[in-house]
């Protein structure tokens, strides 16, 4: 044990480079969702990976971003108090799209977190030729002096023993940090009001998905009958999205059921019984009361 590293890391990079993909490929396990629609991730999600040598707690955060609502704001602020603490920061970038102003600004932020390593991650290397991914690693290196830099692809599975290996090499000599089964350390509740979010944002356009958030009221196994309950909200900002979400007769809503419902039965391992309601709560992500009782 006098080898074993244990430590946090958390990959940074725009919305949509493939963050929350490749957390959940190291981690082997579905804890963060995943969307096309920028600002996806709204919460600071833990995945544990369990290589032989140590544990490597990954931090999965929204994207760094220029704010333009109070959510925004309390989105980046939860990005600074993470990336203060960890030990090593990823910035990711996809290998198929030219490095641009975002990249840039988000490159400049990293500078104030002096505690941490900082590494450079090119995501989604399976969409390039060989010479579009040497000229992707080239203009990267260009940015700072990383301490490494290594392309991935968590969808075709390339790399990511490597990028484990570097990573534990990276982190400080420690006893395990959480238990030896542990793939995250988000709560059950939290874990469902994300698996419907990400139904609800699928199909969605233009400002809708940052109006989505969900809650539950109740949920937990029915007495005597393998089933378990949830009965859960979907809120929306305005009475126009409330009806995109419901539908045509319900059947976007009907949807939005039973993707959701087939991820949650995985999660629990029973059958579910699944109430969805859509609530209006105007403007939530400008008004600091409706962020906290959303749990902002």
């Not at 990711?92 to 450079?120: H, M, W």
């Not at 060989?130 to 991935?152: G, K």
């Not at 699928?202 to 005597?224: F, K, N, Q, Y």
């Not at 809120?235 to 059921?257: M, P």
Request: glycine share 8%; charged share 25%.
């Amino acid at each position: 044990m006098t080898d074993f590293r244990a430590g946090f890391a958390s990959f940074v990079g725009r919305p949509n480079v493939g963050k929350s993909t490749l957390t959940n490929a190291l981690v082997g396990e579905k804890v963060a969702i995943t969307s096309s629609k920028p600002q996806t991730t709204r919460r600071a999600i833990r995945g544990i990976v369990h290589p032989s040598n140590g544990q490597l707690i990954l931090v999965d955060t929204p994207g760094l971003h220029r704010p333009r609502t109070l959510l925004g704001e309390r989105l980046n602020d939860l990005v600074d108090s993470t990336l203060a603490d960890v030990d090593v920061i990823g910035f990711c970038v996809p290998a198929n799209e030219k490095i641009g102003p975002g990249d840039t600004f988000i490159n400049e932020q990293l500078s104030s977190y002096r505690r941490a390593k900082k590494i450079a991650i090119v995501t989604k290397s399976e969409l390039v030729s060989r010479e579009a991914l040497a000229a992707q690693l080239l203009a990267i290196s260009r940015l700072r002096d990383w301490e490494a830099i290594i392309p991935v692809s968590a969808t075709a599975g390339e790399q990511l023993e490597e990028l484990t290996e570097l990573l534990i090499s990276m982190m400080p000599k420690s006893k395990p940090l959480y238990p030896s089964d542990a793939v995250t350390d988000e709560s059950l509740e939290a874990r469902i009001c994300e698996l419907i979010r990400e139904a609800a944002l699928e199909g969605v356009r233009d400002e809708l998905p940052h109006s989505l958030a969900v809650t539950i009221d109740e949920m937990g196994p029915r007495e005597g009958k393998n089933l378990f309950d949830i009965h859960a909200n979907i809120f929306v900002e305005r009475d126009s999205q409330k009806a995109i979400i419901i539908g045509h007769a319900g059947s976007r809503l009907k949807d939005v059921g039973s993707r959701s419902r087939a991820e949650i039965e995985k999660l629990v391992g029973s059958k579910v019984f699944l109430g969805l309601r859509v609530k209006v709560a105007p403007d939530w992500q400008r008004d600091p009361k409706q962020l906290g009782k959303l749990g902002f």
